[in-house]
């Protein structure tokens, strides 16, 4: 029998199928993380069969991640007022639906588009995993262990998805990424109907539509302007109009929110230093990760000529790392205090990229594990700590805005990541790529990635030798290039997490004042 749970009744003991309901909870997280990794490893693929170019493969990957962040506030209340039980169920079926006709797309458009759906959906989906554990996990130790596991998880879709995504990549097609994904919906979907408890917020404010609209036009035009600007020029009219406006809505929600009665976002959770130092930090080691990943998986296949299947091997150091401090995080933390901990992290994440930063077409791959140890551990020094810091400043009942608030951060992160870092690594390949004196069938789909300069120089080498000649100066061009704006990336994404360290260490409280609420 199903059981329905009233806030009021989940706030005592731990629930007595309490593990069940964590291990449900964990596999819907791993559902949506693992879609946003498992995509990465068939980007190289997607430029060979979709006709992809490097703006295409940013909005593939951005559009998922932008949707979720986007709504994630919304659905975080939505969920409180109308059921958090309902709400992971809803969410499932719709991210199920979408990756299964995702993966028939026959056009870089069309694919962005259900990438689109399926991160409206995982807003749902997200945000209710973590405020359905804080309901049930109540004491505050017992909510550290749970959040921890909770946080392994990531770790563990981080890991499953660029593996499995390779194997099924080699052995089938790129689409039957996406099955999996609806498959491991479903399965988390006929759990959820069995296991998980019922629960919501007594208050039930009402939809804070303007809010909704202000905060999606304004994440909305950001990543647009980001992603455009190495086309546009980053210091052109369009991309600073983009810029400015997007700042002037950003602008106007604030007040917007300051003013309205019933709040998506209450912008006065801010005033608690614990709870914004946490966000940042969450928000920038995600902008970090998802940035270095966008690039790591192109940089193995297209520079090192590695196959999917290896390249998703090769990147199981940063999961394994991650789910082992994701689980030792949150225990340091309640010892030596979040500041410590969560700023210990961020300084990790900000070696390892650094240290990646100086990465070469010939790096010893053992170099570049030492560096993903690094980068693992980082986050998982950061990311499960914060989030206990996070919702441990809202109540009980006010859990679906801090969990949405937590995944907002994380996932404005991770857009803003694959957009900057991205765009500018594109920016710094065109240039080191140039002008050669070569045929413009080679050049111009080499500017527009570097799987573009792949595929052109196998047609090249098909054409006879001169064409192959030619063919393989771009590729040795675009290679070059693709590395130096890795290099530049890391630098980026080393020196944000670098100020994320810093700002912890001010602003962090070392421990929560109790468990009490404001």
Known sequence: MVLTVPTAAVRGPRHANSSLVLLTLCLAVFVVNVSTTVINIALPTLVRELDATTGDLLW?????????AALVLAAGSLSDRFGRRPALVLGLALFGAASMIGAW?????????????????????????????ANVFVDRAERVRAIGIWG????????????????????????????????????????????????????????DVPGLVLSTTALGLLVYSIIEAPDRGWSSPTTLIGFTVAAVVLFAF??????????????LLFTNLRFT?????????????????????????????????????????VAVSLAAFSLIGPRLAMFFGSKAVVALGLASLSTAFFWASTIGQDTDYLVIVGQMV?????????????????????????AGMGSAVNDATRELGGTLGVAVIGSVS???????????????????????????????????????????????????????????????????????????????LIYLPAHPDGDAHP
């Open 60 to 68: 593939i990957v951005d559009a998922f991640n932008l949707a979720f």
């Open 105 to 133: 797309s026959d056009s870089p458009g069309e694919l962005i588009l259900w990438r689109a759906v399926a991160g409206i959906a995982a807003a749902v989906v997200y945000p209710v995993t973590l405020s359905i554990l």
């Open 152 to 207: 392994a998880a990531t770790g563990l879709s981080v890991a499953a998805g660029p593996v499995v995504g390779g194997a099924l990549v080699e052995n089938f097609w790129w689409g039957s990424i996406l099955l999996f994904n609806g498959a491991a919906a479903v399965l988390a979907l006929l759990l959820t109907l069995v296991l998980v408890p019922d629960s919501r917020d007594p208050s039930t404010p009402p939809i």
């Open 254 to 267: 604030v007040m917007h929110e300051r003013r309205v009665e019933h709040p998506m976002l209450d912008v």
């Open 277 to 317: 130092a946490a966000s940042g930090a969450v928000t920038s080691a995600f902008f970090a990760l998802f940035g270095f990943i966008f690039l790591v998986t192109q940089y193995f296949q297209s520079v090192r000529e590695y196959g999917p299947l290896d390249t998703g091997l090769r990147i199981l150091p």
């Open 374 to 398: 690094l980068l693992g551990g980082g986050l998982g020094l950061t990311s499960a700590p914060a989030t206990e810091a996070i919702m441990g400043v809202v109540p009980p009942e006010k």
């Open 426 to 504: 594109l920016s710094m390949y065109r240039d080191h790529l140039g002008h050669p004196p070569v045929p413009d069938a080679l050049l111009e789909p080499a500017r527009e990635s570097i799987g573009g300069a792949e595929e052109a120089a196998r047609q090249a080498a098909e054409m006879g030798e001169v064409a192959r000649v030619a063919g393989e100066q771009v590729l040795h061009l675009a290679r070059e290039g693709f590395v130096q704006g890795f290099e530049i990336g890391c630098i980026v994404a080393g020196a944000v997490t670098a100020v994320a360290a810093i700002l912890t």
